[in-house]
């Protein structure tokens, strides 16, 4: 069964395109499509509908994403409809490299995978659309030509998952702007200054008039606080946060 609203589109740049596109004839040229799925009949059968389409020409197939990559980049597709799990190389894999080898190829993963994580990874990957396998013939026609003409289009339950985690991102973004700059005690600070002139532990050692033994558990301690990974990125997140002006 479709979505009760079909597809998601975002809107680009232009939306006249899209109407135009979704009224199906605009175009000098049709769609070129990339049909990618590792089940045989289910690529015919998204042929047989999208011949229909006098705008929309399929130029090509491959049954998983290694040979999607090859396909891609011989036939330079303008649209490519790939599934997400398939044999030898899943298409969510697939997409940088396609991406690689067809620059200007739009990606729509039409998948019966309605993991969060999928969605994620696909997007991230460069995917333009992701579409459920319950959406209807039509609703797959009309996609391509929304994609083709600059939109995105997510279906209506995975469009309200990707906002949710919007939401937790900004929440958690929030939450950490909260919390305070983590406090460096006195010693520390006068160790950190030392870095920053590019002193090394033996030499801040003697500075310090302490062992280098206790420099190094400084320098660590440091890093622990402002959760960083090295002597510069402390030197560079303190004068930043203004923890430590270096003159």
């Not at 059968?45 to 998983?64: P, T």
């Not at 080898?101 to 969605?119: F, N, W």
């Amino acid at each position: 069964m479709a979505d009760r609203f079909g597809p998601v589109l975002v809107p680009g740049e232009d939306d006249d395109e899209a109407v135009c596109a979704d009224r199906g004839g605009t175009r000098e040229e049709p769609i070129r499509v990339l049909v990618v799925d590792d089940h045989a009949l289910f690529r015919r059968g998204l042929e047989i509908v999208l011949a229909h389409e006098e705008d929309i020409q399929v130029v090509g197939e491959a049954g998983d994403g290694a040979e999607a990559v090859d396909k891609a980049a011989d036939l330079l597709p303008d649209i490519v409809l790939m599934d997400v799990r398939m044999p030898k190389r899943g298409g969510i894999e697939a997409c940088t490299s396609i991406k690689e080898v067809a620059p200007s190829a739009k990606i729509i993963m039409l998948t019966i995978s309605d993991e969060e994580a999928d969605l994620y990874d696909a997007i991230k990957a460069g995917a333009t659309g992701y579409l459920l396998k319950e959406i209807s013939t039509d609703e797959v026609a009309t996609a391509i030509r929304a994609v083709a003409d600059g939109q995105s289009q997510i279906s209506p339950s995975m469009a309200s998952k990707l906002l949710t985690e919007f939401k937790s991102m900004i929440q958690r973004t929030d939450e950490r702007r909260l919390v305070p700059a983590p406090r460096l005690t006195d010693r520390e600070l006068e160790v950190l200054k030392l870095v920053a002139t590019g002193m090394n532990n033996r030499d801040i050692a003697k500075e310090l008039f302490i062992s280098e033994n206790t420099v190094k558990n400084h320098v660590r301690n440091i890093l622990e606080k402002l959760q960083l990974h090295s002597r510069m990125e402390a030197v560079v997140y303190a004068m930043r946060e203004k923890i430590l002006e270096i003159r």
